[in-house]
């Protein structure tokens, strides 16, 4: 490893980020539950803007780091701000937003300063409120709003990537985790040693770049919403029948497509490149470009996070679902698979609209599989919700239970719901037939030339995955007789 990279790393963590060990309190870590907090202050607070909040927020937070000040402005440099932070210190509330919003990593491996978001992931407080800031600053002023790639996402990435660029690019970003209970989330634990951007500050960062975007916009309504209602719309929702085809609105679950349409004719590794620059320009260590090796790692790291965040489908692991222990041994795969088996559930007959009853039809497929059939686990490697994600079955690595006779060369996915006489939502399909088939071939779980048939063309007692959905799947381009 270069000379500058422990050095560097010691400052990054300094700057963005801290491990300790001290308890949290006993608020609820949820998006419901700060939106409520913001709200709260809000009513106290007559004729509030939200850009004023966001600011007395982020004093509150501490986060007046040399690139944030840059582009934001010190937030206690700010009429009335000293007031409004009172109004904080004394708002019940106050203990929450204490802990909500700083951003740690124990030594334990608890993630803290994220929440848990409605859909069902988990977002990052920090650079979510950032990005709604620099958004409504630059609306305010009349202006672009510059900055908003390097506060919410680019900064995060590049030190990232440098600090473990001797490591593979895999492991340069992430990781997700798990919360002790979804119903009363409480403590955040990763599956993995923590990077400067896990899945909850690259998701955090997502949101504030889409909706800092929105806000700063042509299109943004002229009289801007309250922050409680900014978030609202975005992440508390109710989806129709439809599922996310009906939805034009920027919410959640729409993160990834979302801000890789804002951001994919860029060229990210120019972009990284110049944020690093101004960090270490405003740090005064300008030294670091010296490093040979810097543009390499940043190309790589940038690979890894196209493939993983923006190619690849969100994907709610097993712990998140709420699933059981597998019974038994799992039996490893033999990668790179040929063949990927479309079901449909048929019970659960209805599709799944959201993470609370896509969460309770894993479960009910788990409990079905193993008491009444007799298997180790859920049958399906991954199933398909319409809520806009996929969920973890047996997963990548392991031996499903889904196609009888060639469970060991095929992943077998179903979607939730009874298609014999209907079709699911579009984006479901996309999510399968593009997002997650091309996921797998990427990461070398699948063959190139990986071919795409209905469990019917190799069961024989089955009309899985139903008529209609079967008639659907026979024009895809991998589908074989």
Same mark, same amino acid.
Request: glycine residues 8%.
């Given at each position: 490893?270069t000379p500058f990279?422990p050095?560097?790393f010691?400052?990054?963590?300094?700057?963005?980020?801290?491990?300790?060990?001290?308890?949290?309190g006993?608020h609820l870590?949820?998006?419901?539950?700060?939106?409520?907090?913001?709200?709260e202050v809000?009513?106290?607070?007559p004729g509030?803007?939200?850009?004023?909040?966001?600011?007395?927020?982020?004093?509150?937070?501490?986060?007046?780091?040399?690139?944030?000040?840059?582009?934001?402005g010190e937030?206690?440099?700010?009429?009335?701000?000293?007031?409004?932070?009172?109004v904080?210190?004394?708002?019940?509330?106050?203990?929450?937003?204490d802990?909500?919003i700083?951003h740690i990593?124990?030594?334990?491996?608890?993630?803290?300063g994220?929440?848990?978001?409605p859909?069902?992931?988990?977002?990052?407080?920090?650079?979510?409120?950032?990005?709604?800031e620099?958004g409504l600053?630059?609306?305010?002023?009349?202006s672009s709003p510059m900055?908003?790639?390097?506060?919410?996402?680019?900064?995060?990435l590049?030190?990232t990537? *440098?600090?473990?660029?001797?490591f593979?690019?895999?492991? +340069?970003?992430?990781?997700?985790?798990?919360?002790?209970?979804v119903?009363?989330?409480?403590v955040?634990? *990763?599956s993995r040693?923590?990077t400067?951007?896990?899945d909850?500050? #690259?998701n955090?960062?997502?949101?504030?770049l889409?909706?800092?975007?929105?806000l700063?916009?042509p299109?943004?309504p002229?009289?801007t919403?309250?922050?409680?209602?900014?978030?609202?719309?975005?992440y508390?929702?109710?989806?129709q029948?439809?599922?996310?085809d009906?939805?034009?609105?920027h919410?959640?679950?729409?993160?990834?497509?979302?801000?890789k349409s804002?951001l994919?004719?860029s060229?990210?590794h120019?972009?990284?490149?110049?944020?690093?620059?101004?960090?270490w320009?405003l740090?005064?260590?300008e030294?670091i470009?010296?490093?040979?090796?810097v543009?390499k790692?940043?190309?790589?790291?940038l690979q890894?996070?196209?493939?993983k965040?923006?190619?690849?489908?969100q994907?709610?692991?097993r712990?998140?679902?709420?699933?059981?222990p597998?019974?038994?041994t799992?039996?490893?795969l033999?990668?790179p698979?040929?063949?990927?088996y #479309?079901?449909?559930t048929?019970?659960?007959?209805?599709?799944c609209l959201?993470?609370?009853n896509?969460?309770?039809?894993?479960?009910?497929?788990q409990?079905?599989?193993?008491?009444?059939?007799?298997?180790?686990?859920?049958?399906?490697?991954?199933?398909?919700?319409?809520?806009?994600?996929?969920?973890?079955?047996?997963?990548?690595t392991?031996r499903g239970?889904?196609?009888?006779?060639?469970?060991? #060369?095929?992943y077998?996915?179903?979607? #939730?719901?009874?298609y014999?006489?209907?079709l699911?939502?579009r984006?479901?399909?996309?999510?399968?037939?593009?997002?997650?088939?091309?996921?797998?071939?990427? +990461?070398g779980a699948?063959a190139?030339n990986?071919?795409i048939?209905g469990?019917?063309?190799?069961?024989?007692?089955t009309?899985?995955?139903?008529?209609a959905?079967?008639?659907e799947?026979?024009t895809?381009e991998?589908? +074989?007789?």
């Amino acid at each position: 490893m270069t000379p500058f990279v422990p050095a560097c790393f010691v400052v990054i963590l300094f700057h963005f980020s801290a491990v300790c060990s001290r308890p949290t309190g006993a608020h609820l870590r949820n998006m419901e539950s700060f939106i409520e907090a913001v709200r709260e202050v809000e009513d106290s607070t007559p004729g509030l803007s939200p850009l004023d909040l966001l600011r007395a927020l982020r004093k509150t937070a501490g986060h007046d780091d040399v690139m944030t000040t840059h582009f934001l402005g010190e937030s206690y440099n700010f009429s009335g701000s000293d007031v409004l932070e009172k109004v904080i210190l004394n708002a019940s509330s106050f203990s929450f937003f204490d802990k909500a919003i700083h951003h740690i990593v124990t030594d334990r491996g608890e993630e803290r300063g994220v929440v848990l978001a409605p859909d069902g992931t988990t977002v990052a407080l920090a650079p979510l409120l950032l990005g709604i800031e620099l958004g409504l600053k630059a609306k305010v002023e009349g202006s672009s709003p510059m900055g908003i790639f390097p506060i919410t996402l680019g900064r995060r990435l590049g030190l990232t990537f *440098l600090s473990l660029q001797d490591f593979p690019a895999s492991v +340069r970003l992430g990781p997700n985790g798990c919360w002790d209970d979804v119903e009363r989330p409480k403590v955040y634990k *990763l599956s993995r040693h923590a990077t400067l951007a896990t899945d909850a500050i #690259i998701n955090g960062g997502m949101d504030g770049l889409i909706l800092g975007m929105d806000l700063s916009g042509p299109a943004a309504p002229e009289q801007t919403r309250a922050l409680s209602e900014i978030l609202k719309g975005f992440y508390i929702f109710t989806l129709q029948e439809q599922g996310l085809d009906a939805v034009a609105a920027h919410i959640s679950p729409k993160r990834r497509e979302l801000s890789k349409s804002l951001l994919e004719s860029s060229d990210l590794h120019i972009t990284v490149m110049e944020t690093l620059a101004l960090v270490w320009k405003l740090e005064k260590t300008e030294w670091i470009a010296m490093d040979t090796g810097v543009g390499k790692a940043v190309k790589d790291g940038l690979q890894e996070f196209v493939h993983k965040y923006w190619d690849c489908p969100q994907i709610i692991p097993r712990c998140q679902w709420g699933a059981k222990p597998q019974q038994g041994t799992p039996v490893p795969l033999s990668l790179p698979l040929q063949y990927l088996y #479309i079901h449909h559930t048929y019970l659960p007959s209805s599709p799944c609209l959201s993470f609370p009853n896509c969460s309770r039809d894993m479960k009910s497929m788990q409990r079905f599989h193993q008491e009444d059939r007799g298997w180790d686990d859920i049958g399906y490697s991954f199933v398909v919700g319409s809520d806009g994600y996929i969920y973890e079955g047996r997963g990548w690595t392991y031996r499903g239970t889904h196609t009888r006779g060639h469970n060991s #060369i095929g992943y077998g996915v179903a979607v #939730i719901g009874n298609y014999t006489a209907s079709l699911p939502s579009r984006h479901a399909t996309r999510l399968l037939r593009d997002r997650l088939a091309q996921c797998a071939v990427d +990461r070398g779980a699948l063959a190139a030339n990986f071919s795409i048939q209905g469990h019917r063309q190799v069961v024989n007692y089955t009309t899985c995955p139903g008529d209609a959905f079967f008639g659907e799947i026979k024009t895809w381009e991998h589908f +074989r007789e």
